[in-house]
């Protein structure tokens, strides 16, 4: 028995070893891309061959197995694009009107570097897997290599995703994290209204304007050969949405999305800066630390907000580490700024007690992993349905954007920290986050080589996957049985109009002999 066991091992691990693996994350984000590193970093010690198309990367030469192509220039699509800002300040619909040309911007960038021609042109080139990250269309690098495909998502997934996974989706059960959604368990009307529009909206715009749009780019690229992109989707084998349930409303999902939702990116401590260390270490009052994270820009603040952060800061008994690029601004005693911190080693340290955050996944899970009560005020993306949930969980408080005053913050600020069941609440919180079998590196390592072993996952798939959008609705029977009552309805009532003339013209006729006869 125990060789056998033995054996086994030694097959399987003979099976993912050596593997040639490609990961592609195109988004122009350091908080997106940080998600995957410890994968990438992780299957290379496992002795896999990785290549990288990133745009920020690891740069650790003991990783021999891995080779990054980092493509920097990206984030000039997105400053050029700036979509981002462009939902903070005016709304969703605004945002898609200009991610089609986002989009085309960021694939003439990266598909025209030199290196990721090469891989694209050279016909020597393979691999056995191609993990990519799920946001917005797929970059289908993995149709050269008819390779195994997993889909990675460092928030909830996005509906099409889900949709070809064969997950069942609702707009009410899961609103779309685009959307400004107080509170997903009890929906006004509008909101209601609102979720159930962006479902459809993004149906027809997936069928009638962005399948085109990247069937059009991915031929400039790949050739005229490559299947169109709704045929692409369907070659995913897996989903690994890096969420945990808790942040998030519960999807039902089938076996082949997997969630790893225990801080993937959380990174072993490191000594801090020694200013930053003097500076927390020495402080005789609780410390709050104040960061925005990577995308959300000064510029989405006026100078007036800006002031009243700094003014409530100055009136309140605590010290303040601020990650920031305001300008221009008098700088309170009790207030240390800076353009760049490290954040996980920060929430870490004994003195810091309270968050202020815009509400990023990656942020929240952070501050969880700390206990470390947060203040949350979100600008766009999944930050406004994040903030929402910690809040519910009582680990936060909400402050809006565009209602904020010295008074507010300073009201936020000190019931977090002066109520003990904030504290309470988020520790209560990290103990429900890590409570999993298994590490979620360990968990994503290991599906990773389920399908390296297997060569995909086929039998996981849902019949939904593969269904169109009218059989899954049910469209077609519907569409069928109204028919029939409509042909039934029309049959009976010419059965009725006809017996009533008949039943007419003889009642009639009886009628009149009758009367002609006692005439």
Known sequence: MLVNSVLLLTIVGTCTRGAKILGVVTSPSYSHQVVYQPIWKELSLRGHQVTT????????????????????????????????D?????????????????????YEVQFNDARVKKIINDPKSNFDLVIFEAIGAPFVYFAKFNCSVIAMTSMDAAFPYSQVMGNPGHPLVNPSYMLK??????????????????????????????????DE?????????????NELFKRIDMLFVVSNPIFQDNRAVNPNTITLG??????????????????????????????????????????TTKAEFYKAFSELPYKFLVKVDWENLTIPKNVKVARWLPQQDVLRHANVKLFITQGGLQSLQEAVTNAIPMVGIPFFGDQFQNVQKIVKRGIAVKLHRHEISKETIKNAITKVLTDPTYKQKVEEMR?????????????????????????????????????????????????AVLAFLIVLSVFIKLIYKSLKFILSRLIGGYFVKSKKKRD
């Open 53 to 84: 198309i990133v745009t920020d990367g690891i740069n650790d030469p003991s990783l021999t197995n891995l080779t990054e192509i980092v493509i920097e220039e990206s984030y000039g699509s997105l400053k050029r694009h700036n979509f981002l």
């Open 217 to 229: 780019m991915n031929r400039q690229h790949f050739g005229n050969n490559i299947p169109p992109i």
């Open 262 to 303: 225990a801080g993937l990116h959380i990174k072993p401590p490191q000594p801090l800066p020694k200013d930053l260390k003097d500076f927390l270490d020495n402080s005789p009052v609780p410390v709050v630390y104040f960061s925005l994270g990577t995308n959300v820009k000064g510029n989405l603040l006026n100078q």
């Open 431 to 479: 103990d429900l986050m890590y409570d999993e079998p298994m590490t979620s590196l360990d968990k994503a390592i290991w599906w990773i080589e389920y399908v390296l072993r297997h060569k995909g996952a086929p039998l996981f798939k849902s019949n939904a996957a593969n269904m169109p959008m009218y059989e899954y609705l049910m469209l077609d029977v519907i569409g």
């Open 181 to 214: 959604i107080e509170d997903s368990e009890h929906f006004t009307f509008k909101e209601k209204l609102a979720s159930i529009t962006n479902y459809w909206v993004c149906i027809a715009l997936s069928w009638f304007k962005f399948d085109a749009f990247f």
């Open 86 to 106: 462009l939902h903070a300040d005016q709304g969703i619909m605004k945002m898609f009107a200009e991610i089609g040309y986002y989009f085309r911007d960021l």
